[in-house]
């Protein structure tokens, strides 16, 4: 009879269409554990693996409250091909989100950027990077105030104060975008674009950069200023 009560009461919660959540794999271990029923403290060889993910630390407290791990000392996350580094991170498990407020470095392929701060969410392998980023790949490098990098489909959002270089060129912009994919920079507000062998500058409102890895860079789609 109480296994019947248990399928007529799970039938009702199906037929009420009531939500149900996925259980995602969470597995957190380290050579010490401590702690209490609100906490708990983890030291030496920290490693956490969450769904197609992993995180590695020196040490790490886990408050269950609110189910968020902090980690300290040689943070690495870990989603391939995504990889974070950062001296401290704290971990939201629920929502999968990584915070790094102390310094990072973010690579994915052959883009690599250093940023004061900044937030990864790996259900959607975006990372958001407010105050100072600099970011590297096989063209070019750059510096700005603020970007937004997500994995799919490759962006780099730049959002203010904008200075990328390559071998021929160097350009700056309020703001603008890198598609990696097409290797094409869309610059917008007040954009100068300055030849490193002649000196050259060209003053312009927008811009799109085009890289040809046979001849270099070269512009098109350009519009002057009114």
Not at 7 to 30: D, K, S
Not at 192 to 208: F, I, K, M, V, Y
Request: net charge negative.
């Amino acid at each position: 009879m109480r296994i019947k009560r248990h399928l007529i009461l799970y039938g009702l919660i199906l037929g009420l269409g009531l939500p149900v959540q996925a259980q995602t794999r969470f597995n957190l271990r380290a050579d010490q554990l401590s702690g209490d029923a609100t906490v708990q403290t983890l030291r030496g060889n920290v490693l956490l693996r969450h769904d197609d993910g992993q995180i590695t630390a020196d040490e790490a407290v886990r408050r269950y409250a609110d189910d968020h791990v902090t980690f300290e000392g040689d943070v690495e996350l870990q989603a391939s091909p995504d990889t974070l580094r950062a001296p401290h991170l704290t971990y939201a498990r629920h929502e999968r989100v990584g915070r790094a407020e102390d310094g990072l470095f973010f690579a994915n392929g052959e883009v690599s950027v250093w940023a004061d701060r900044g937030q990864y969410t790996s259900a959607t392998r975006i990372i958001e990077l407010p105050g100072h980023v600099i970011f590297r790949d096989s063209t070019r490098c750059g510096a700005m105030l603020g970007a937004v990098y997500e994995a799919e489909p490759k962006q780099l959002s730049l959002l203010d104060e904008v200075s990328l270089v390559d071998d021929r060129l160097k350009m700056l912009a309020g703001a603008g975008a890198y598609d990696q994919e097409r290797r094409f920079t869309h610059l917008a507000d007040s954009v100068a674009l300055r030849w490193t062998d002649t000196e050259d500058t060209l003053w312009l409102q927008a811009a799109t950069v085009d890289i040809d890895q046979s001849s270099g860079p070269h512009c098109r789609s350009m519009s002057h200023p009114p």
